[in-house]
């Protein structure tokens, strides 16, 4: 079998998948859980590319996988992906722009979508595929849009706490995180075992 390392940047992109694999994330508090007897990793980087390249190099330090995963939400720069899609890349497609700083309009999207060609956006999958490319290890991003080209975001945690965004937000949230908990757990079980 394959030696997995999937990293996501919160806890609540792989909450679905740890529940599905039994594992308690949470109730461990490590940002570092082995699972399927040693043969996969799901690791909370935290957000940023600072954040996701650490995590990348002591996973690779410590687990040496055949394999590196950067999972978690992205935002959509299509108009054709809806909240849930779930998108694979290798960056070397195209398909995925790793933004510095979050995008939070549409206008901000639809720049970002001209500019670099993506038809999605995250922020830490460039530093897990730099780190992987080092150490000659296969690396694949594996998204699902929680924000659609037309979404904007909020800029403050009081924008957040209106009652209709949060709503709308939790419900965004908890079908992208279902989705592609779905995903990884087929392509791990099945095509990634290969």
């Not at 679905?16 to 039994?22: E, F, N, Q, T, Y």
């Not at 109730?27 to 935290?46: E, M, N, Q, T, W």
């Not at 960056?91 to 001209?114: G, H, I, N, V």
């Not at 998204?143 to 209709?164: E, G, I, M």
């Amino acid at each position: 079998m394959k030696k997995i390392a999937v990293i996501f940047a919160f806890y609540w992109e792989l909450r679905p998948l740890a529940r599905l694999l039994d594992i308690n994330f949470f109730k461990s508090l490590r940002p570092v859980v082995p699972a399927k007897d040693g043969y996969l990793v799901l690791a909370k980087s935290g957000m940023g590319a600072e954040n996701a390249g650490k995590t990348a190099e002591d996973i690779i330090k410590d687990f040496k996988p055949d394999l590196m995963i950067s999972a978690g939400f992205c935002g959509g720069l299509s108009k054709d992906l809806k909240v849930g899609d779930v998108v694979v890349s290798d960056l070397e497609d195209r398909k995925l722009f790793c933004s510095p700083r979050p995008l939070f309009t549409c206008e901000e999207k639809t720049a970002a979508a001209q500019r670099e060609g993506a038809i999605i956006v995250d922020m830490e999958s460039e530093a897990v595929s730099s780190a992987a490319k080092r150490h000659n290890v296969p690396f694949i991003a594996v998204k699902a849009v929680s924000d659609t080209l037309l979404d904007d975001l909020p800029r403050s945690f009081l924008q957040l706490l209106w009652p209709p965004r949060l709503l709308r937000l939790k419900k965004n949230v908890d079908l992208a995180s279902r989705n592609l908990a779905e995903f990884l757990l087929d392509y791990i079980n099945k095509g990634a075992t290969r």
